[in-house]
């Protein structure tokens, strides 16, 4: 396929560990990435997702070809910009305009189109005023829309962004924003990490979690975001999970084994065995944060729980005792698009 | 290819950016260039022919300071372009770690720009000498010159493998400063091979440098500008060296980024 700008294969990546430079074989070494496949059209756009230290950064600097990968293949077409990190290459003694030249070169910007291209760029990133100074006189921000200006005037085939976008004050940001929008728009590539996951949503189409070297999910944006909050969800309420079922009586999804329900569905769920004591029932984030619970009919059996005002996301569903801690807790699972966040649909209107 | 057009455009914009950290950006500019160089001269001048009378029986007809004079500056070129551009890779990691850049051109840039700088500096030296009275031969001037490409060639070479070394045993840059020195005294640039003990000047002459001193003096101060093919099989010679150290370089870089 020729439209395919990246093409990892089972890609990995080690670090030495240890602390003597002369050593070729280091004593121990420390993975970092384990058989990463990963393919990016021209087109798209894609987000990594992981925690610090997930190996986010470093898939990107091979991807750069700025690392290169212990095992595995890596394919990389066309011409691409890479924002790693603040002002990648610039270099502090210089002035702004000096680095736009130097970054356009180092970036294979042929001789004849570096004027045009940092003109261009001058004007993008608002700086002109800031020119002639040295870029040690810059701030972190001002730095970053150089770079940023200076990738968005050359317009490469695929941009890779770790996390640059932050540092750039509101206005600057959503002007990023909106240029990126136009650059998708007319068959641009990005791959982007990203710890905001507004971004993250607003820009791509399909995202990957990396979780600890490994691909945990890879999909739609919107639900391996919304495996990644649940991740995070769970971790910080996993002590509330801890079942304490004597006396409670069974709970299944119906049919059973079912978990993932699309928006507007119905959860039906079975209650086996007759209760003993009145119960609650209620329905909780997966931090154990409660949305809405009630006590629970003498002797009912089925329980059906419409999903239309749940947005997507997971949740638990738990069966306790009232005033007890801990129950019949299982989980599920809602799945869908939605550009509104948190648990549940209000209805609101705008006047304008 | 050896290199691609990008790596072309990165190097001359290297090449500029050492140029400029070097002199080129201070109160007096390029003058020091030239200033430094000719105080050096003069200060040799001063104290081997004032206070250590200093002769060579060969250079009797030329005199103490040309003879020194016409070898001293490639030397220095050489040795100064090796010693500024062994940490250039080490230096320049923020760099490396960032953009993707050939990075041999670092090192190539750093020792092009420190030896081009030291040339322009060998030129006003030679023109100084030639104006005071010292016959400097312009039919020479080819053999010379083949000379000091032979001499960039070996800088560029050994640059480019301390560089990559550098990496990896940081502790070489520290080595470098007595190896040049020993190096230097072991060249007659300061005095003639005959000098040399009869039982060690075998082995003298099977340094480079030794080779490339006693044919530039013979091109701009002997007389004897006629090529040999000794001097084609050095250039050779020197440009094979520089292309076995680019690949010892590139082989070496592929694990720049785990140590760097």
Not at chain 1, 309 to 338: H, K, M, N, Q
Not at chain 2, 20 to 44: C, D, F, H, S, T
Not at chain 2, 108 to 121: C, D, Q
Request: charged share 20%; aromatic share 10%.
């Amino acid at each position: 396929m020729t439209d395919c700008l990246i093409r990892l294969r089972g890609v990995s990546k080690a670090f030495p560990v240890s602390g003597s430079r002369l050593a070729r074989r280091a004593k121990s070494w420390r993975t970092v990435l384990h058989g990463i496949d990963l393919e990016l059209h021209k087109g798209e756009s894609l987000a990594v997702l992981g925690e610090n230290g997930a190996g986010k950064s470093t898939l990107l600097k091979i991807i750069a070809g700025v690392a290169r990968a212990t095992a595995g293949e890596v394919a990389v077409q066309g011409t691409f910009g890479a924002l790693i990190e603040l002002g990648a290459g610039f270099h502090p003694e210089q002035t702004g305009l000096e680095n736009l030249k130097a970054g356009a070169t180092l970036m294979g910007v042929p001789r004849d189109e570096i004027g045009e291209i940092t003109e261009q760029a001058m004007a993008f990133s608002g700086l002109r005023d800031h020119a002639d100074k040295p870029l040690k006189h810059y701030s972190s921000g001002m730095v970053v829309r150089l770079g940023f200006a200076m990738i968005a005037s050359i317009r490469p085939d695929l941009l890779i962004s770790d996390e640059v976008l932050a540092v750039g004050d509101e206005s600057f940001q959503k002007k990023c924003i909106g240029w990126l929008e136009s650059y998708l728009a007319g068959g641009g590539t990005l791959l982007l990490v990203s710890h905001n996951l507004y971004h993250v949503q607003k820009l791509c189409e399909r995202a990957v979690w990396l979780h600890e070297g490994t691909i945990r999910s890879a999909g739609d944006t919107f639900e391996v975001v919304q495996e990644y909050l649940a991740f995070h969800e769970a971790r910080l309420g996993r002590a509330s999970t801890a079942a304490n079922d004597a006396g409670l009586p069974g709970l299944a999804f119906a049919p059973e084994g079912r978990t993932s329900y699309s928006q507007g569905e119905t959860v039906a769920l079975t209650l086996d065995g007759s209760p003993e004591a009145p119960l609650t029932c209620a329905l909780r984030r997966l931090s154990g944060d409660l949305i809405w619970e009630r006590s629970l009919p003498v002797e009912a059996a089925e329980c059906e729980l419409p999903t239309a005002d749940l947005l997507p996301g997971r949740y638990v569903v738990e069966i306790s005792r009232p005033g007890a801690a801990g129950g019949v807790t299982r989980l599920f699972r809602i799945t869908g698009a939605s550009r509104e966040f948190g648990s549940l649909r209000l209805p609101h209107s705008w006047v304008q | 290819m050896l290199l691609s057009r990008t790596e072309v455009a990165v190097f001359r914009l290297l090449l500029w950016r050492y140029a400029r950290e070097r002199y080129l950006q201070n109160w007096a500019g390029p003058l020091w260039v030239i200033l430094v160089p000719l105080a050096q001269l003069a200060i040799y001048a001063f104290v081997f022919v004032e206070i250590f009378k200093a002769r060579v029986p060969e250079a009797d007809t030329v005199g103490f300071v040309p003879y020194l004079a016409v070898a001293f500056w490639p030397w220095t070129a050489f040795a100064d372009a090796v010693m500024r551009a062994t940490p250039s890779v080490v230096e320049n990691r923020d760099l490396i770690g960032k953009v993707a850049l050939p990075a041999e051109a670092l090192p190539a840039a750093s020792a092009s720009a420190t030896f081009l700088l030291t040339l322009a500096g060998y030129v006003a030296v030679l023109i100084v000498l030639a104006a005071t009275g010292t016959p400097i031969g312009l039919v020479g001037l080819p053999l010379m010159l083949t000379m000091v490409l032979c001499t960039y060639f070996l800088a560029l070479g050994l640059s480019l493998l301390f560089s990559a070394l550098q990496v990896y045993a940081r502790d070489l840059n520290h080595a470098l400063g007595p190896l040049f020195m020993l190096w230097f005294f072991t060249t007659p640039i300061l005095y003639s091979i005959d000098l040399i003990p009869e039982r060690l000047r075998g082995l003298a002459q099977l340094n480079p440098f030794y080779y490339i001193v006693s044919r530039i003096r013979d091109a701009l101060l002997f007389d004897a500008p006629r090529f040999r093919l000794a001097d084609i099989a050095f250039l050779v010679a020197s440009a094979l060296f520089m292309l076995l150290c680019v690949a010892v370089f590139r082989r070496l870089s592929r694990r720049f980024e785990d140590y760097l």
